[in-house]
T-cell receptor, first 115, second 114 residues
Framework: AQSVTQLDSQVPVFEEAPVELRCNYSSSVSVYLFWYVQYPNQGLQLLLK??????LVESINGFEAEFNKSQTSFHLRKPSVHISDTAEYFC?????????????FGQGTTLQVKP | DTEVTQTPKHLVMGMTNKKSLKCEQH?????MYWYKQKAKKPPELMFV???????INESVPSRFSPECPNSSLLNLHLHALQPEDSALYLC?????????????FGEGSRLTVL
């Protein structure tokens, strides 16, 4: 069975500092990997995804994540955060061959950006 | 702005009431989802519709009844709910019939059961 572990429940960081949100997954088959972001009182938004190809994926707002198959990780990074990045971040995995679209979410990491 | 629209944004209901949550998308997606999210927790999958047919029911109690009238609309009918059903209910749609997990979420309907 698949599972997703987000190693940090809360990550406080000062504005303009770099940040890494960690995500590890467990699966015996090929997977698709995602980071979703949820701003206060809103739904989830897809931040970035790994389906195939290049293991380094980037979002339009400066986040990037690298798929590391040997370490079964998909950590999210940003070199310089803004106050507006304060949100809940969910790592998620779906099974590549299952054809169900069922997402397994991690427990979430609260990113708190301080001025 | 989200392209998945959910109404109402807030709903308060008693345990004997019948109400419905509505979701609409006009992106041509053929897979639609209902998720339930409790505070400070990840979303939990409830139902998946693929081409207007129910494909996944995650053992959801019968007091929740989904309906997909057409490819753009998804409803969740609520009846005889319990206070523990209070949560944010999220609708999502997917552009890929292969269901990779790439989902577009609405902003949710926040339900309070008294």
């Amino acid at each position: 069975a698949q599972s997703v572990t987000q190693l940090d429940s809360q990550v406080p960081v000062f504005e303009e500092a770099p940040v890494e949100l960690r995500c590890n997954y467990s699966s015996s088959v090929s997977v698709y990997l995602f980071w979703y972001v949820q701003y206060p009182n809103q739904g989830l938004q897809l931040l970035l995804k790994y389906l195939s190809g290049s293991t380094l994926v980037e979002s339009i707002n400066g986040f990037e994540a690298e798929f590391n198959k040997s370490q079964t990780s998909f950590h999210l990074r940003k070199p310089s955060v803004h106050i507006s990045d304060t949100a809940e971040y969910f790592c998620a995995v779906s099974e590549g061959s299952s054809n169900t679209g069922k997402l397994i979410f991690g427990q979430g990491t609260t990113l708190q950006v301080k001025p | 702005d989200t392209e998945v629209t959910q109404t109402p944004k807030h709903l308060v209901m008693g345990m004997t009431n019948k109400k419905s949550l509505k979701c609409e998308q006009h992106m041509g997606h053929r897979a639609m989802y209902w998720y339930k999210q409790k505070a400070k927790k990840p979303p939990e999958l409830m139902f998946v519709y693929s081409y207007e047919k129910l494909s996944i029911n995650e053992s959801v109690p019968s007091r929740f009844s989904p309906e997909c009238p057409n490819s753009s609309l998804l409803n969740l009918h609520l009846h005889a709910l319990q206070p523990e059903d209070s949560a944010l209910y999220l609708c999502a749609s997917s552009p890929r019939t292969a269901h990779t997990g790439e989902l577009f979420f609405g902003e949710g309907s926040r339900l309070t059961v008294l």
